[in-house]
């Protein structure tokens, strides 16, 4: 069963970056397709950026262009690299592994993105 931590998290200015970091266990990791999501307090959570195992990026349109997903599969890690952030980005970000269509299940505990005005 994978298990995910997240790390990387903080309070930054509107406009600075961060970089997330998330470790994956349980898993061959080269098999699965890795994303981030994030849950903003009174919100769903909500996708933001995904990597395939062949290297494929896709974002949502709110992070497009500011927002870059990577990954290190002798590692097992896979990266979010956040510039021209926003207050709207503040809320808890958690990465996930996908096999096939699926999502799994076993979420780590996030990190915390907290952006001020």
């Known amino acids: 069963q994978v298990q995910l931590v997240e790390s990387g998290g903080g309070l930054v200015q509107s406009g600075g970056s961060l970089r997330l970091s998330c470790t994956a266990s349980g898993i061959i990791f080269r098999n699965y397709n890795m994303g981030w999501f994030r849950q903003a307090p009174g919100k769903e959570r909500q996708f933001v950026a995904r990597?395939?195992?062949?290297?494929?990026?896709n974002y949502a349109d709110s992070v497009k262009g500011r927002f870059t997903i990577s990954k290190d599969d002798a590692k097992k890690m896979v990266f979010l690299q956040m510039n021209s952030l926003k207050p709207d980005d503040t809320a808890v970000y958690y990465c996930?592994?996908?096999?096939?269509?699926?999502?799994?299940?076993?979420w780590g505990q996030g990190t915390q993105v907290t952006v001020s005005s």
């Open positions: 996930n592994a996908q096999y096939g269509n699926q999502w799994s299940g076993n």
């Open positions: 990597i395939t195992s062949g290297g494929y990026r």
